[in-house]
């Protein structure tokens, strides 16, 4: 099933997430399913629960956009441990489609999550996929990638959002 994305606006993106309890479930393995194919028909490379409305800290991620079975990763209670380096580079977000701003983040960054069973693992990514770790466990304290921008940046893309949801779009 796929999901209709939330757009910026809607209190959901901005509302820390609940973690999840209950592991190995029917419901979960259907939800992260439900997610990866919502997010492919987006075509993203990540997509947390809060941007389909849910608030539980679950995301999915995947950097070879369906290209590659192994890239898929599912971060539940996702939690950042270690972050080194800098990397500067566009950022986007589907919850703010059509914006694109540059971002700095770390460029090395390891998460530590609970899998689809609950068991804690860790992993370490580089440029793109350090990128989406912290991109996506931001969504889940309910932080959007504009707050790392300037503030008069910020405005000018929450004008221009609220502009054309006046238009309704
Ligand atoms: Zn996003």
Do not use: W
């Not at 270690?82 to 489609?97: A, F, I, M, N, V």
């Not at 609220?162 to 309704?168: D, I, P, S, V």
Request: proline share 4%; aromatic share 6%.
């Amino acid at each position: 099933m796929v999901y209709k994305i939330v757009k910026f606006g809607d209190p959901v993106l901005e509302t820390p997430a609940a973690a999840v309890t209950e592991f190995d479930t029917p419901e979960l393995r259907k939800f992260v399913d439900d997610m990866f194919e919502s997010m492919y028909a987006a075509k993203g490379v990540g997509l947390a629960a809060t941007q389909i409305g849910v608030s539980q800290r679950v995301a999915v991620i995947d950097i070879s956009l369906g290209e590659n079975e192994n890239d898929k990763i599912v971060l539940i209670n996702p939690e950042i441990i270690k972050t080194e380096g800098r990397q500067t580079s566009e950022e986007g977000c589907l919850s703010l489609p059509g914006f694109r701003e540059s971002v700095r983040r770390a460029n090395r960054v390891t998460v530590r999550a609970q899998d689809i069973k609950g068991k804690v693992f860790e992993m370490t990514g580089e440029e793109l996929l350090a990128r989406a770790f912290l991109h996506e466990t931001d969504h889940l304290y309910g932080k959007l990638y504009i707050s790392h921008i300037s503030p008069l940046k910020r405005d000018l893309i929450k004008r221009k959002i609220r502009k054309l949801a006046k238009q309704g779009e």
